[in-house]
């Protein structure tokens, strides 16, 4: 495949605008990770999560992305530190009620990042939080000494020192980089045999690949890949032309195309833009 160009193709996106708030800023990565990484989120301020205004019933819903989050607790200094899987549902962001005074930092992974690291098996993690530890070496110490910057820049610039020496351009194997191509290419519209036959294998082969890799069949993310890329395009117009949608999208009619936006974002394609705007909840 050569050069990793897949973020050309896909931007995932949240269900809300980031607003103003310096509890919660997204900065993406330098040029040589955003192949990688979709952004560094976090707090460029120690902060309440349930006073400051970006976390109050946040909508989470599925952009085919992971992360590595770190929360440290300021009174305890006790830091938590979570890997959180792909999922395939949306949620209402919630937080324990002895998180008052909390410090965050995350990185966003696209999903066809999982390949290029250390090998671990993802099958089975579908809509879970792991214990990062065993994907990511060293992570304790890291975390340590990431807290003790100052500043979410200077965070951030630890973060990818530690993060670059972990990808291997060699490691992800080539039939996973042609499907994810060609899945990115048609925006998540397809069947499996045609992944089958641009990566020369068969449908079992392409499941087991698909579930040890990023922990979901590739039809799955397919669905995935084709919600967000509506949402994206629905972002971008700031409407929803419904026939061109469906066509282009390969639904069966209108009613199909709101039934499977809303079982991954929980609101319609016109209460998620009614939403997305300034003052929307």
């Known amino acids: 495949m050569g050069e990793v160009r897949f973020h050309r193709l896909f931007a995932p996106q949240i269900a809300a605008p980031p607003g103003q708030d310096p509890s ?25 999560p349930h006073r400051a205004p970006f976390y109050a019933d946040t909508l989470i819903v599925p952009d085919a992305c992971c992360d590595l989050l770190l929360v440290r607790d300021n009174r305890s200094g006790r830091i938590e530190r979570m890997f959180v899987a792909l999922s395939d549902r949306s949620q209402v962001d919630s937080w324990d009620a002895g998180c008052t005074d909390i410090s965050v930092f995350g990185i966003r992974l696209y999903f066809w990042t999982l390949g290029f690291l ?16 065993e994907l990511f070496p060293a992570l304790e110490e890291f975390s340590e000494r990431l807290f003790a910057r100052n500043g ?21 194997p080539a039939a996973f980089l042609e499907c994810v191509d060609l899945m990115l290419c048609r925006r998540g519209v397809g069947a499996l045999e045609d992944l089958a036959e641009r990566a020369h294998y068969s449908g079992r082969q392409l499941q087991r690949l698909f579930l040890h890799t990023v922990g979901v069949p590739p039809k799955h993310l397919m669905n995935l890949i ?7 395009q629905m ?5 929803l032309d419904y026939p061109d949608a469906v066509a282009a999208y390969g ?24 939403r997305w705007r300034p003052g929307g909840r």
């Open 118 to 133: 250390p090998s671990f098996s993802f099958a089975g993690t579908l809509n879970q939080v792991l214990p990062p530890c």
């Open 235 to 239: 972002l971008r117009a700031g409407r």
């Open 152 to 172: 979410f820049r200077e965070r951030m610039r630890l973060a990818e020192a530690y993060f670059f020496p972990l990808l291997d351009p060699h490691r992800a």
């Open 226 to 232: 084709r919600y967000q890329c509506l949402w994206q």
């Open 251 to 274: 639904y069966a009619d209108q009613s199909h195309l709101i039934a499977d936006f809303k079982k991954y974002h929980s609101l319609t394609p016109t209460a998620a833009l009614e």
């Open 24 to 48: 919660y800023v997204s900065v993406p990565p330098s040029p040589p990770l955003r192949p990688y990484l979709r952004c560094f989120w976090g707090s460029a301020v120690d902060f309440d």
